[in-house]
């Protein structure tokens, strides 16, 4: 390790490694993928970046510190949500829901190759109205 003017490195191939109370809490490897061990805490934002440019926030909201924002910044960007590398859900620039499709055209669009289905537990009286094409299901 070697320190210049202020900054610290590590010359060569290998990971820099912060260390309190003789555990790594911080591992920077080589490539600069960082990896944090115990609780990371983030005062306001977490910015997302790609070669500088901000491409999505997670932050608290500014004029409710208790609710918080999840946003993708870049013009045109969909929202996805993935479980086990497939995409599951997504919410589109113009802010349609699809669960099981990733072109959404309505504002919540449901599809799946096999059943879909959609279950609803209030307690009280459910009233539901479907309606495909030219029929109505009440």
Known sequence: NTAYGGILAVQGNYNLELATNG?????????????????????????????????????????DRDDLDIKAVSLGSNMKFFTVDTERMRVDASG???????????????????????????GYPLIMELSLGAVTLS
């Open 96 to 122: 349609n829901v699809g669960i099981g499709v990733t072109g959404p055209g309505e504002k919540l669009t449901i599809g799946d190759t096999g059943n879909v289905g959609m279950s609803i537990t209030d």
């Open 23 to 63: 555990v790594v809490r911080q591992t920077i490897n080589g490539s600069g993928n960082t990896t944090f061990a115990g609780d990371v805490l983030v005062e306001d934002n977490l910015y997302l970046t790609d070669a500088g440019t901000v491409r999505g926030k997670i932050q608290l909201n500014a004029s």
